[in-house]
């Protein structure tokens, strides 16, 4: 029998922040869809679990529409949108363009168009949440990574727009983290130097989207919001 919850689909949720998150939500009982780039073992991990995996390339617009025809194969509606997925690249001397293209397809492309073609599944679950995961360097901008985050800042100006066009059936809220998780291979210099430019100074982990997202999807009265999680890197 399949579900009478509607599910929650998370982008990019094969590892870190977004597998988290999706093994929370289904750890609650909450059906989840979750999207992956690449097979890594957090993709088996939430089939495990009872997760819909969908394979998803948005980094082009024929990936972006294909994936959406994959979603309305697998459910009718849904209880939220998380757009988790991201991608990080150098813009290195004559790969600018593509570079910017890429990004600009998973940040705000895929996002704009799954919010457009999808708001239709969402309309059919009381309440509906979309969720846009930004990043608090767009707060003051970066000279190294200028295209990722102008792509990141453009997905907190279509949270503004959709929550405006979709209100008052669907919330639109968005979620800004600064750090949250190191990496393997950061060296100490490099943890002290980061930890030491927020008023907190601690590596939270992905727990703390959780309960930011925990907030948006629970609280009837935000929309157009952007959550900053960034343990007051704006107050140091």
């Known amino acids: 029998m399949p579900s009478i919850i509607a599910p929650i689909l998370i982008t990019g949720a094969a590892q870190r922040v977004g597998l988290h998150c999706a093994r929370r939500l289904l750890e609650a ?11 890594r073992p957090g993709v088996q991990a939430l089939r495990d679990l009872g997760a819909t995996l969908v394979f998803a390339d948005f980094s082009s617009e024929a990936g972006i529409l294909a994936f959406i025809e994959q979603l309305k194969q697998h459910t009718d509606r849904l209880r939220a949108i998380v757009h988790n997925a991201s991608a990080w690249l150098m813009e290195t ?10 990004m600009f397809g998973v940040h705000m492309l895929a996002p704009y168009l799954i919010n457009l073609r999808c708001a239709e599944l969402l309309q059919r679950s009381t309440p509906a949440d979309i969720v846009h995961i930004s990043d608090d360097v767009t707060r003051k901008g970066s000279s190294r990574h200028i295209a990722y985050c102008a792509t990141k800042a453009g997905l907190e100006s279509l949270t503004l727009s959709f929550a405006a066009k979709y209100a008052p059936t669907i919330k639109v809220n968005g979620i800004a983290p600064a750090l949250l998780l190191f990496n393997p291979d950061d060296d100490a210099a490099y943890r002290a130097k980061t ?5 907190l100074g601690i590596e939270p982990g992905s727990e703390v989207i959780y309960q930011s997202l925990r907030y948006l999807l629970d609280n009837p009265y935000v929309t157009g919001t952007t959550l900053t999680v960034n343990g007051g890197r704006h107050v140091k």
């Open 29 to 39: 009982g909450q059906p989840v869809i979750a999207t992956y780039r690449t097979e």
């Open 93 to 102: 001397p004559g790969d600018e363009a593509a570079a910017f293209s890429a």
């Open 195 to 199: 930890l030491a430019k927020s008023a």
